[in-house]
DNA sequence: ATTAATGCAAAGCCTTTGCACCGGA
DNA sequence: TCCGGTGCAAAGGCTTTGCATTAAT
């Protein structure tokens, strides 16, 4: 197995093993926001024997070492995508439960209050947004 | 029973039940985030025979109504607090697990932005924003 | 041989639900 | 009697974990 002790793949000092490197391309693939089963599902239709507690785990790896981003939107279970900006962040259509990504610089100057107004240092800002989204209010429309 | 139909306590049309009446006014007395246990623990001091599932019944109730907010905060477990402004936001300190509220107005802005943008109606936003705390970053300074 | 990663199944945690019972109208 | 609310215990959904096995150096 290929130990990556440089940052190919930016898993320093970490083992890419085929189980990571599928779950990882995957998530790369897909280009949005997964949940665990779903991607449990993808990373089975490359290798079924692959097992739902090492998607997790893989989750976690990925997570700590900064290549994902792990979100919950008010929902029970969470969500996961490639490392974004900041400024990425995501709505939620209460009606159809398609997920919006949209981009806000208000994030960036909510960032420099907090830590002016409050001396809080943020690692991580997460939007929640629930509303209903333009398709949804046409149809009600019609 | 008092049945409130009218808008004394604002429960319209439902059973203001003893259990209820007791959750309600943890909530209220307490006057921070809570989790479900939290508050069953607080209810239970005041009437032991009270079950966790009322509690959750009695949360769903609120919710409904629109007394109170639930959030998720990034975390498993939901929160509970009296109904707020949605400028009115929470920080979580992900070294010492302080919440800390605040209020902003770029709130009312993303709302406006989102509106205009992409035809976004937003019922609620909710912030998870995770950092240090000040007395954190103070205590590793010294 | 040593160490890490995996698969499987079981356990954990939070929340919801089915059902019998109770209490007020 | 009727009907909603409650308590209890069980079930649900998502995630983590213990343990034996496998794989790589």
Redo the contacts with the bound molecule.
Sequence with gaps: ???NRSNENKLEG??L?P??QIVLEEIRQCGRLL???ELYRLVSQRDA??????V???L?LFKQLGLIDEHRLGK???CYELKQSLEHQHMICDRCGKVTEFETPLITQMVQDLKQEKGFTIDKIELCVHGTCRECQDKSNE
Tied chains: 1, 2.
């Design positions: 197995m290929i130990r970490y083992i093993t189980q990571r949940d665990a089963k024997t692959v097992s739902l507690a090492t997790y785990r893989s976690g029970s279970q969470c």
